[in-house]
T-cell receptor, first 115, second 113 residues
């Protein structure tokens, strides 16, 4: 089954404790992205990657890191989480060929609470 | 920069009423347009998309949207809503030359039985 998986689905942590949220897709998509969703603000892009070893900042990258060592994986790293990073996080992937951007497939989401 | 504006934050309708959700984008060039839906507790799913061709696009579950280039709009419509359409709806745009997908802030639709 074609899908995007994220782990963990729920996480409660404390300020300053490094954490990683994993994201994996099995559709051989070039493009992967992380979003955060907050009430009244919709989805805002954190980072994206157009292929292996190619990453770039989205609209709200501060406090986050990503890596893309393999095509299927795109982990989101919070080196020193703070309460304002409490949010619902979605990973997504899509084909991106010849400059044509296709629909994104979303993971189930990770609800993060930083105390 | 590309941006998307959704006119209504909350919409409440009775079953069988007609629906139209507004979406406007700001970009003068070629765009790809999307509507996504998020049912309660679930992740986003694609409803429909416009890349080129017929400006009236049909999606899943009886939804359709019309791209009006002169108005920079991509409004979502459904002739008769059902209780199961209760969800949050997001318009999104990818403008030519941009490697990102920009979402609107969403419209929460509540359909009462």
């Amino acid at each position: 089954e074609a899908q995007v998986t994220q782990n963990p689905r729920y996480l409660i942590t404390v300020t300053g404790k490094k954490l990683t949220v994993t994201c994996s897709q099995n559709m051989n998509h070039e493009y992967m992205s992380w979003y955060r969703q907050d009430p009244g603000l919709g989805l805002r892009q954190i980072y994206y990657s157009m292929n292996v070893e190619v990453t770039d900042k989205g609209d709200v990258p501060e406090g986050y890191k990503v890596s893309r060592k393999e095509k299927r994986n795109f982990p989101l790293i919070l080196e020193s989480p703070s309460p304002n990073q409490t949010s619902l996080y979605f990973c997504a992937s899509s084909l991106y060929t010849g400059g044509i951007y296709n629909e994104q497939f979303f993971g189930p989401g990770t609800r993060l609470t930083v105390l | 920069a590309q941006s998307v504006s959704q006119h209504n934050h909350h919409v409440i309708l009775s079953e069988a009423a007609s629906l139209e959700l507004g979406c406007n984008y700001s970009y003068g060039g070629t765009v790809n347009l999307f509507w996504y839906v998020q049912y309660p507790g679930q992740h986003l799913q694609l409803l429909l998309k416009y890349f080129s061709g017929d400006p009236l696009v049909k999606g899943i579950k009886g939804f359709e949207a019309e791209f009006i280039k002169s108005k920079f709009s991509f409004n979502l419509r459904k002739p008769s809503v059902q209780w199961s359409d209760t969800a949050e709806y997001f318009c999104a745009v990818n403008a030519e030359g941009y490697s990102t997908l920009t979402f609107g802030k969403g419209t929460m639709l509540l359909v009462s039985p």
